[in-house]
């Protein structure tokens, strides 16, 4: 009996912890409703018949609402399928009649909230698009499953360690608030240069913006025409050299290309007048040259990827207009942009005051890292946010290894002007395309690049989506290969093919929209690397033995360091 008394109190005090804990989450999420309901307010102004509408699908609201607390059976109509295939409320538990009644009654609040942005009009797009945004966050963060006392998964873990989950999720929590970013992985279960970033290498030179690192052969033969990769300085460049089974650069160099990555350096205050120009000549372009001069060789196939991609294509028009286009032998995007005008939601972080923001949050001149990580993760907010509260915090699940969301959470900062620039510049006033933007002093017309480009973008991309991609086949006046690849805007680029996941399409016909390249393409199934090497190599001029310069450290450029470097592990 006194064993039962003992567990009693202790389920009666972690019972009031967890209480606690869901009545300050539920206070913030008040305090959030109550400012959108005043945004709202505010965007509707004195449109009557905006207001009129919003009342007629609250009050559709009400009606449903009331339909599901009144009976449980049967349930509204599509709000029970939705409800069981939502992946947050699979389980036996979720199908008991309370907690089913919960979930169906979030998800008809959920789907009248949703509806009631749509039945808003009289405000501009953009507008619009932030009320959605705004809206569908805040229906995120309500949902049931991230909150202890209306998860039954979690009930059943608070009793099955008497309390300890809890615990161990405060801690976490604690631990991640301290940080400024919410952990996705075990702090140690990946280490740069030993279980990631591991493929052989050497870097061969350094300036005070970028490390050029030269990896190791392993043919005999490599391709006559070498191969450079700018990764995006948003984020670190081994996304592109995980593990080796993962690796771009390993499979790369497997098929016998010789391969070199930039890796850019994480902004300091050294850095705060760092400029787009800076990133195009001083990066790019001394890239390019470095590596002609090494290997002597008169051109190289660059590969931009999502920002870099877009300083690549000005560096292709700036070289154009300089008559010195013949450095590049072929250029290739993964996910980038130029005409930014369906830039995605992206666009909804693009005003004045979020540009006054980021020079408040740089005082030295560069950006922390950590904010751009969580303006990513709040895009999805439901995976990278609230799917790690519920696994991290509430249940207290031990971190999987997985080491894409290790680069995920391994953020780099950024020069703030720069920053600020691009938001500007391209997101809010799309000034590439309408040929006003110029790189030392020469306007840039992307129009004049005439060298061979291939296109990737991802279907379910939610950073540079496939619509804004695709953009890119209307500015080049050269030859052009665009894929849409399966997954997003990380997945659908590092696909190796031994995986054998996703797919892509391709279409050969000259058509001027991606629902006309999509209506005509052909679905292959894999990755598209084969693909796109299968491109490259009639491009590159046959083969060459793998000795003298084509050996890292063996050329003019003597060896630094191993790669991957100290600029990638650099803070």
């Known amino acids: 009996m006194a064993e039962d008394v003992t567990l009693l109190d202790e389920m009666a005090h972690w019972t009031g912890v967890a209480g606690r804990m869901q009545q300050l989450l539920m206070e913030h999420g008040a305090s959030a409703a109550l400012k959108m309901v005043d945004d709202t307010a505010t965007i509707l102004g004195e449109n009557k018949k905006a207001g009129n509408e919003l009342l007629e699908t609250q009050t559709a609201w009400w009606n449903d609402a009331m339909t599901q607390w009144q009976s449980m059976l049967p349930a509204v109509d599509g709000v029970a399928a939705k409800a069981t295939s939502d992946r947050r409320f699979r389980g036996a538990r979720w199908e008991e009649p309370v907690f089913d009644m919960i979930r169906q009654s979030y998800v008809a609040v959920a789907d009248q909230l949703l509806k009631g ?302 920053h600020r620039r691009y938001l500007a510049d391209f997101y809010r006033d799309n000034k590439l395309v309408k040929g006003e933007l110029a790189v030392d002093g020469l306007a840039i017309n992307l129009s004049t690049v005439q060298t061979p480009v291939y296109v990737q973008a991802g279907r379910e991309d939610h950073i540079a989506p496939p619509e804004s991609v695709w953009k890119l086949t209307h500015y080049f006046a050269g030859p052009l290969r665009f894929v849409l690849a399966g997954s997003g805007h990380i997945a659908g680029v590092v696909n190796p093919p031994a995986a054998g996941k996703y797919q892509y399409w391709i279409n050969d016909e000259a058509v001027r929209t991606l629902a006309d390249f999509v209506a005509g393409a052909q679905e292959h199934k894999g990755s598209w690397w084969p693909d796109w090497l299968s491109w490259i190599s009639d491009r590159s001029g046959g083969d060459v033995p793998a000795k003298g310069a084509r050996i890292p450290g063996k050329g003019n450029l003597k060896p630094i360091e191993d790669a991957p470097g100290r600029y990638v592990v650099t803070r």
């Open 117 to 418: 942005v749509e039945a808003v009009e009289g405000i501009d797009p953009k507008q619009k698009e932030q009320l959605r945004f705004l809206t569908r966050s805040f229906v995120e963060a309500m949902s049931p499953a991230n909150f202890a006392l209306t998860n039954p998964q979690v009930l059943d873990r608070i009793i099955e360690t008497r309390g300890a989950n809890l615990i161990t999720g405060l801690e976490r929590m604690l631990a991640d608030a301290g940080a400024g970013q919410i952990r996705h992985v075990g702090e140690k279960a990946f280490e740069v240069g030993k279980t990631i970033a591991t493929t052989p290498g050497k870097v061969i030179k350094e300036t005070p913006l970028y490390q050029l690192i030269h990896y190791a052969p392993t043919t005999p033969k490599v391709q006559a025409t070498p191969l450079l990769i700018f990764p995006p300085w948003i984020n670190r460049f081994y996304i592109l050299d995980l593990s080796p089974e993962k690796s771009f650069v390993k499979w790369a160099v497997d098929q016998g290309l010789s391969v070199f990555m930039v890796s850019w350096k994480s902004a300091d205050a050294s850095m705060a007048a760092t400029t787009m120009d800076d990133y195009v000549l001083r990066g790019q372009r001394d890239a390019i040259d470095t590596i002609r001069e090494l290997l002597g060789v008169p051109s190289v196939h660059v590969v931009g990827y999502c920002v870099a991609g877009t300083a690549l294509s000005m560096l292709l028009a700036w070289l154009a207009a300089k008559g010195e286009a013949g450095k590049v032998a072929s250029a290739t995007f993964f996910t980038a942009q130029v005409d930014f005008s369906e830039a995605g939601d992206l666009t909804l972080f693009v005003d004045d005051a979020q540009l006054a923001l980021i020079e408040s949050l740089s005082p030295e001149g560069f950006l922390d890292g950590r904010y751009m990580g969580a303006t990513f993760n709040l895009l999805r907010g439901r995976d990278l946010i609230w799917n790690y509260v519920v696994n991290n915090y509430l249940l207290a699940d031990d971190y999987k290894p997985f080491d894409l969301l290790h680069w995920n959470s391994d953020v780099t900062n950024l020069p703030a002007d720069w």
